[in-house]
């Protein structure tokens, strides 16, 4: 991980279920073998997981690094790494 002072937050970017609308959060992550975990609180009731779970494309950043990625949102039973993730 980068030490940019920016690089606490990932700044993750969704498409609006309904509105079609670029929806951008930020939010803390954790990263383990080049991949990008986030935790939403209140699980499938979360805005942004809601909206992956309808597209499951999205863009994100950390520090000055960005990239395009699919995602698979977690399930109760796990977490599922993205299908594509930004690698040092």
């Known amino acids: 991980m980068t030490s940019d002072a ?3 937050f990932l700044y993750l970017t969704t498409t609006g279920r ?3 609308e670029p929806r951008q959060i930020e939010i803390w992550f954790v990263e383990h073998e080049g991949c990008y975990y986030m935790v939403a ?3 499938d009731k979360a805005h942004w997981v809601r909206n992956i ?3 499951p494309l999205v ?3 950390i520090g ?3 990239d395009n ?3 698979r949102p977690p399930t109760r039973g796990g977490a599922h790494p993205p299908r594509k993730t930004i690698r040092r």
């Open 41 to 43: 609180e209140s699980g």
């Open 18 to 20: 309904t509105s079609g």
């Open 69 to 71: 990625a699919a995602h």
């Open 59 to 61: 863009t994100f950043s």
């Open 6 to 8: 920016n690089s606490v």
């Open 53 to 55: 779970m309808a597209n």
């Open 64 to 66: 000055t690094r960005e």
